[in-house]
């Protein structure tokens, strides 16, 4: 991805190793690294959850507002995901204007909950010209790679902890009183998963060091919907290409990152 | 008065529960900033503590020592501060007309004239002897305000080949070259590799299989989070006969 911040050396050691199928913390190349998960990390937020993968930290906070629907969904609630890449997160963030891998981060993860169609978002109507907002505020604390699977994790598990604030005659949150009500959801919800390629091979949950001596990455949204495997939505970057052999060799085992990923995060969902 | 009665008692029980091990941990005692570490006007502050009134207060995270009245502060944690004469590692980010700049993880960057090449290079063709992203070893010159020089010009220094380079903690550097050298000599022998530790806590090694690159790589690791334990050689020996 950014590989001039990588040395040539490292890259082509790691390139040698991937070929022979090892890594440096002796994980298999398709393997993930341990998740940790907290719950209810702030309290002013309807929902959050704190993620570690590894030594990668997010925290992931969903705030609800009521405002106006867009145009083209008058009866319809709205989903915004934002991210902001904090400095103290990675070398590699600076301050300023947000940049490329800002802007894409919090798309995938809108992609992949919109297209699994996780939270229904006809049930956010509250009356005419007036729905409710779901906004999804992603912040790495830590960077050491994967933001992306990181970061959907963490918004999913919100979600699901996502009380609707009570509103007052007027019109306006009441946070004194306490809320009943959760979030509408389905019962579908979606995991990303992004997958590295570094010479011929294909890696998974990278740290920073081989995220970084990647050229090419591959981000799939996958979910579960009446007993089959969907992808929600897909998106590749980088400078070189997949082929289609190895394409079909990662759609292949989409389904079975799925059910392991469902199996170690399954109390939380 | 009183304190002397306290130091007493204080010592009794020094006697009566402390094994002599933990006595030793007693010797080199970590400390944070704003730490008191003693108090009394008999001793003297050192590198990174400072005197508050009565007390020598530690104004960084690290180890506290006593040596005679003197007391100081090995920082565990912290940025690089480049010193004439430090060998380091770096990567080159650009090449300019008159030589390569080379970022070695300081607050400034760091440049390398094209005099400093221990062999002529022409200006036209600097990228074939040092490229972009290349690493080099290299040893400070001078530290001015403006940024760092380096030279090529030493036993061991020049572009890297093969192998691989990670970052650690520069304040940790000392503990893994060990008492002259003794704890990179054991690393070294037991995974047959080559490697080369930057004063800037960039290391570089090189080993003929994959398994003894990982092998050093792990052993590194093992020193930099164990900074803080005694005798660590004889661990890190332990260590060695207990891998796999």
Redesign the interface.
């Known amino acids: 991805m950014i590989s001039?911040e990588?040395?040539?050396?490292?890259k082509?050691?790691?390139k040698?190793?991937f070929a022979?199928g090892?890594r440096?913390d002796?994980r298999n190349l398709l393997e993930f690294r341990d998740i940790s998960i907290e719950i209810g990390v702030s309290n002013k937020a309807e929902g959050s959850t704190r993620v570690r993968l590894g030594k990668t930290d997010v925290i992931v906070g969903v705030k609800l507002a009521p405002g106006e629907p867009y145009p083209d969904s008058p009866d319809k609630g709205n989903l915004s995901v934002s991210c902001d890449l904090l400095p103290l997160a990675s070398p590699r963030f600076e301050m300023g204007p947000p940049g490329f891998y800002a802007i894409e981060l919090p798309r995938l993860v809108d992609r992949a909950i919109r297209g699994s169609s996780m939270i229904e978002l006809e049930k956010l109507f509250i009356e005419e010209g007036k729905v409710w907002t779901v906004f999804i505020d992603i912040y790495p604390i830590n960077d050491d790679g994967n933001l992306i699977d990181a970061s959907t994790i963490g918004a999913i598990i919100a979600l699901k902890n996502t009380m609707i604030p009570v509103l007052d005659e007027k019109g306006m949150i009441d946070y004194e009183k306490k809320p009943t009500k959760k979030l509408p959801l389905s019962k579908t919800y979606p995991f990303s998963f992004t997958f590295y390629k570094l010479g011929n091979s294909i890696i998974m949950d990278p740290t920073r060091?081989e995220e970084e001596a990647c050229d090419a990455r591959i981000t799939f949204g996958v979910s579960y919907w009446n007993n089959q495997y969907m992808v929600n939505s897909c998106q590749k970057t980088g400078e070189l290409s997949f082929s289609k052999e190895e394409i079909s060799k990662i759609t292949n085992i989409l389904s079975k990152k799925f059910d392991e990923m469902n199996e170690k995060l399954k109390k939380f969902l | 008065m009183k304190k002397v009665k306290e130091n007493k008692i204080n010592e009794e029980i020094t006697e009566q529960e402390i094994s002599s091990e933990e006595y030793e941990h007693a010797k080199r005692k970590p400390v944070i900033p704003g730490e008191i570490i003693v108090s009394g006007e008999d001793y003297l502050p050192g590198d990174g503590t400072r005197r508050e009134g009565n007390d020598i207060v530690a104004n960084r995270f690290g180890l506290a020592e006593e040596s005679g009245r003197v007391i100081k502060v090995i920082a565990l944690t912290g940025a690089f501060i480049p010193r004439r004469g430090n060998v380091v590692l770096g990567r080159v980010t650009d090449i300019t007309f008159h030589g390569w700049i080379i970022d070695i993880g300081s607050a400034s960057q760091a440049f390398l004239p094209i005099e400093e090449s221990p062999k002529f290079v022409s200006k036209a063709e600097m990228d074939q002897f040092i490229a972009i992203g290349d690493i080099v070893a290299a040893k400070i010159w001078g530290v001015k305000s403006k940024g760092i020089d380096l030279t090529l010009k030493g036993k061991g220094l020049g572009k890297l080949e093969g192998g691989f380079v990670f970052h650690t903690n520069p304040n940790r550097v000392p503990r893994i070259i060990g008492k002259e050298g003794s704890m990179i000599n054991l690393i070294k022998e037991n995974t047959s590799s080559n490697i080369t530790v930057g004063q800037n806590g960039w290391i570089w090694i090189k080993a003929d299989s994959v398994d003894n690159q990982i092998k050093a790589r792990k052993a590194i690791e093992f020193v930099v989070e164990k900074v803080h334990i005694e005798g660590l050689t004889e661990k890190m020996e332990e260590w060695f006969r207990n891998y796999k």
């Not at chain 1, 990588?6 to 490292?10: D, E, G, I, R, V």
């Open positions: 001039m990588t040395s040539n050396l490292t082509e050691t790691l040698k190793m022979e090892k440096f002796g060091e």
